[in-house]
């Protein structure tokens, strides 16, 4: 058993906790990974607000993380003790139906005990102060130390820089494959992405990368517009800027609407204004934001009749495991961009100040 700093969260709406808890060695199938760098997301803080019906605490949340394998249970062959990795919250087993499916990535094999916060046996290895801990995501990476199942990790080159490529865990991962697999972008095509956070910021990426002459970007921070630009936006607007709604005025600007789209935020209106937004006869919009719990999206169904298709991405459609050592690569070889999306490196004792910058869209 290990015994090390983690980040627990006791109950919902509460700030991180910074507590000594243990881990308990890998069992048959697991790895236990010694966390070098993580980075936050919108994704723990929807749990951590209480908000999410598969929250369970107190638990450890954090699904953006890499590291090193510390050690690993009895079976294990695709990594070792000493190998870089990152955690993979969509697993990639390679056996159940999804895998085999070329068309997916939504691996099911572990899902069910994931969503309940425990590992593939239905049991914990975390625990703090004499209670069980639950773990987040099959990752839980606000802790020196977690363990994994080993469909859940994906061994990358050693030398990438970890508080870099953690990033592809999660948002960089998600944007990019949201344009290059999912929408499939094509070379000059026009895009409108909604929301300039670091999801967005990818899905730019992945345009530009793909060929699209236009990328609209779309906030109501303006503060956001010059990353947005940098990243390969050509333009940017607010929706607060015109009495008009917005999928209409982005109709006007690009003579019947955007070939792609994307929504970033998670925000059901904004998913029903960027299906709108899209040209008659062929626009796709790709959902990319993750909505809270019981939402419901509308559109008149004339907008689909009409030749617009509805879409929806996780993890980027990237089958994990095979994925994301490319993805590190690419970074590498100056493919894809990650250092830019690193806007604060913060000790992981300020951890609850990380959730407060990302709170106020810094």
């Given at each position: 058993?290990?015994?090390?700093?983690?980040?627990?969260?006791?109950?919902?709406?509460?700030?991180?906790?910074?507590?000594?808890?243990?881990?308990?060695?890998?069992?048959?199938?697991?790895v236990r990974i010694k966390i070098v760098a993580t980075a936050?997301?919108?994704t723990d803080a929807y749990?951590?607000?209480?908000?999410?019906?598969?929250?369970?605490?107190?638990?450890?949340?954090?699904?953006?993380?890499?590291g090193i394998v510390e050690s690993v249970g009895e079976g294990v062959t695709k990594v070792k003790k000493g190998d870089t990795v990152i955690p993979l919250y969509i697993p990639q087993?390679?056996?159940?139906?999804?895998?085999?499916?070329?068309?997916?990535?939504?691996?099911?094999?572990?899902?069910?005990?994931?969503?309940?916060?425990?590992?593939?046996?239905?049991?914990?290895?975390?625990?703090?102060?004499?209670?069980?801990?639950?773990?987040?995501?099959?990752?839980?990476?606000?802790?020196?130390?977690?363990?994994?199942?080993?469909?859940?990790v994906a061994k990358i080159d050693a030398a990438a820089p970890l508080d870099k490529v953690c990033l592809l865990g999660c948002g960089i991962s998600t944007g990019y494959g949201a344009?290059?697999?999912?929408?499939?972008?094509?070379?000059?095509?026009?895009?409108?992405?909604?929301?300039?956070?670091?999801?967005?910021?990818?899905?730019?990426?992945?345009?530009?990368?793909?060929?699209?002459?236009?990328?609209?970007?779309?906030?109501?921070?303006?503060?956001?517009?010059?990353?947005?630009?940098?990243?390969?936006?050509?333009?940017?607007?607010?929706?607060?800027?015109?009495k008009k709604p917005i999928q209409e005025v982005l109709v006007e600007m690009t003579d019947g609407g955007v070939d792609y789209s994307f929504e970033c935020i998670g925000n059901v209106g904004v998913m029903r204004a960027a299906l709108e937004a899209c040209h008659k006869g062929w626009g796709v919009s790709v959902v990319v934001g993750v909505a809270a719990a019981g939402q419901e999206i509308s559109t008149r169904p004339f907008q689909l009749v009409t030749g617009r298709t509805w879409k929806g991405t996780a993890f980027g459609g990237w089958k994990s495991v095979d994925n994301v050592p490319k993805l590190v690569t690419e970074y590498m070889s100056k493919k894809i961009k990650v250092d830019e999306f690193v806007t604060h490196t913060l000790p992981f004792d300020k951890i609850n100040e990380a959730f407060d910058l990302m709170h106020s869209g810094k």
């Open positions: 058993v290990i015994k090390c700093k983690a980040a627990v969260a006791w109950e919902a709406g509460k700030p991180l906790s910074i507590e000594e808890v243990e881990v308990a060695p890998p069992k048959a199938h697991e936050v997301c919108h749990t951590l607000s209480g908000a999410d019906p598969e929250g369970c605490f107190p638990v450890i949340l954090g699904h953006e993380g890499a087993c390679g056996e159940c139906k999804f895998c085999k499916n070329p068309k997916t990535n939504l691996c099911q094999k572990i899902r069910i005990t994931q969503g309940k916060g425990v590992m593939p046996d239905g049991t914990s290895r975390f625990t703090c102060k004499g209670k069980q801990i639950y773990h987040f995501m099959g990752t839980s990476t606000f802790s020196e130390y977690t363990v994994v199942a080993d469909i859940s344009a290059v697999n999912t929408a499939k972008v094509e070379p000059g095509s026009t895009c409108a992405v909604f929301g300039l956070g670091g999801v967005g910021l990818a899905v730019i990426m992945g345009c530009k990368i793909a060929g699209a002459s236009r990328i609209i970007g779309i906030d109501i921070n303006k503060d956001k517009y010059a990353k947005a630009k940098e990243f390969g936006a050509t333009e940017c607007i607010s929706p607060q800027d015109s």
